[in-house]
């Protein structure tokens, strides 16, 4: 049962470590077929030296396992609560990448401070609210992803235009439209994290990004009208990436 997103959300699990964005087996990519309503997701605790395609598990989007010998992730009931409220990503990354979880521990949103940012996020990626003791002995792993999708709603943020969040004292999320998206938008939020955190150290003074050089790099590559790369019918030559 769909052999080539397994496939596909294998290969999105095992370049995390390649990436430096797991250490052990703290972190988790899966993938969805939305025709069919169902998801691949690592298992639970499998190591990445030893994980193969055939232990990924088909999850339903009521978050029951379809196939699989292996439990699914710890984290299943936070992707399943994501597929749900976020409609058009096809895929979701969770790692414990260290500069993003210090602003996750912080409590602190990762500014838009730099090109690099705009680049993939138009705007501030979101530090969401951490759970409360009660969300969290309700419902762990199901209210995570509550509190993401409340993030969002309430701060009237668009989830394909900044895919990713941190969960407050947690860790960070990312997404996109297939798992290998969601991977790089995990990667990019990791260096952006990074990033800020130095020029936060150097500096007291304002450096968020004035807006129309967000407007200009986000839009050059996700507008109606993007540039950059081969893939655009207006692609130029003066789009090459500094």
């Known amino acids: 049962m ?17 990436l430096g964005l797991v250490t052990f087996t703290w972190g988790n990519v899966s993938g969805i077929d939305r025709e069919k309503g169902l998801f691949v997701i690592k298992p639970s605790g499998v190591d990445y030296d030893e ?25 299943t009931p936070t992707h399943t609560y994501l597929y749900n409220h976020f409609p058009k990503i096809g895929g979701i990354v969770h790692t414990h990448s260290p500069w993003a979880v210090s602003f996750a521990a912080a409590k602190l949103d990762v500014p838009a401070m730099n090109t690099t940012h ?63 998206k969601a991977v790089y938008n995990s990667k990019v939020l990791e260096v952006v994290a990074e990033e800020d955190y130095h020029a936060m150290q150097m500096t007291m003074d304002n450096s968020r990004l004035p807006q129309y050089l967000l407007d200009k790099h986000y839009y050059r590559k996700h507008g109606a009208n993007a540039y950059y790369g081969q893939n655009n019918a207006k692609s130029q030559s003066h789009a090459k990436h500094e």
């Open 118 to 180: 705009a680049d993939t996020f138009y705007g501030d990626v979101p530090a969401a609210d951490a759970l409360t003791k009660e969300e969290i002995e309700e419902d762990y792993e199901g209210n995570t992803g509550k509190t993401i999708v409340k993030t969002f709603e309430e701060r009237g943020i668009d989830y394909e235009a900044i895919p990713a969040a941190l969960v407050s004292q947690h860790g960070p999320f990312a997404w996109g439209p297939t798992p290998a």
């Open 2 to 18: 769909l052999e080539e997103l397994k496939q596909e959300v294998y290969e999105a699990n095992m370049s995390l470590p390649k």
């Open 51 to 75: 994980l193969k395609p055939s232990d990924l598990v088909v999850v339903n989007l009521k978050g029951e396992v379809v196939e699989g010998d292996m439990n699914p992730s710890s984290d």
